[in-house]
């Protein structure tokens, strides 16, 4: 079976922690299999978008063990390491490359939602190599369902490209999670409709599993997601920068703004 690795991203200034307890129902619902975790600890100093960081934080050693105690009572496989930067992103990419971690799992709050991602935040979803799970509190184990966000008119490679890897990591989290897929195609007019039998071919999904609905992207996939209560959105998030990335990061942030379940972003 292969082994998954995760990189869990715990920032000390938050008294709850979600991504940290993403990891450990992951654990109970796939016993089967094998799992590495390693955990790293910190903020960054310098990132002045986030208001609510306090610039000193204390906690005891009966903070961090109390914190790690659930992953040692569950026999967990983990490693971890603490840090203090003033460049967040790159800190998070060098230690999931070192690690060879296959995602990077973030928290993400009510409040958050409200103020938005940081430009730290963004800057790691844009430019990660792995996958980046925002795990939110309207998500619950088990994860019973996934949607997985495609956009099938465009035919450049590199939107098939995307179309293809989110179907793809879409398949591989549904066998994970033993959990059912559907695909949702947003589209702007009938001159923009998506081709059903396309997706169908791509994903192997039978037609009542595959959504097209008129209208804006993050309105149409927060829709969906409602309607198929699912558990978990999986999204492309473009690497370009400049201004064609702030519309692509416009879009992808408004769909995480309207939904408050754990988001795949991959890029």
């Given amino acids: 079976m292969e082994k998954r690795k995760y990189l869990v991203v715990i920032d000390p200034s938050h008294d709850r922690h979600l991504a940290l307890e993403r990891m450990l129902e992951i654990i109970r619902q796939q016993k089967k299999w094998e799992i590495e975790f390693h955990l790293i600890m910190g903020f960054e100093s310098g990132d002045k978008t ?38 967040w992103r790159q800190s998070i990419t060098d230690a999931a490359a070192r690690y060879g971690c296959d995602a990077i799992m973030l928290s993400e709050s009510s409040a958050e939602h409200k103020r938005g991602f940081t430009d730290s935040k963004w800057n790691l979803v844009r430019h990660a190599t792995c996958d980046v799970v925002i795990v939110d509190e309207g998500t619950t184990a088990p ?86 209560s699912a558990d978990m959105v999986i999204l492309g998030i473009s690497p370009r920068r400049g201004l064609s990335a702030t519309f692509s990061s416009h879009t992808s942030e408004k769909v995480m703004e309207k939904i408050n379940i754990d988001v795949v972003a991959l890029s």
């Avoid at 306090?54 to 490693?79: C, H, Q």
């Fill in 50 to 87: 986030d208001d609510g960081t306090p610039m000193e934080i204390v906690r005891s050693n009966d903070w961090f063990n109390a914190l790690l105690r659930p992953l040692d009572e569950a026999g967990v496989k983990y490693t971890s390491e603490f840090f203090w930067t003033r460049d």
């Fill in 143 to 228: 994860i019973k369902c996934i949607l997985a966000a495609v956009n099938t008119q465009a035919t450049d490679p590199a939107h098939v490209a995307t179309a293809e890897k989110i179907l793809e990591r879409g398949l591989f989290l549904s066998e994970y999670f033993e959990a059912e897929l559907h695909v949702v195609n947003a589209y702007k007019d009938s001159e923009d409709f998506p081709d059903r039998a396309l997706i169908g071919r791509m994903s192997g999904l039978p037609r009542e599993n595959i959504h097209r609905d008129m209208g804006k992207p993050e309105d149409v996939i927060a829709r969906v997601a409602e309607k198929v």
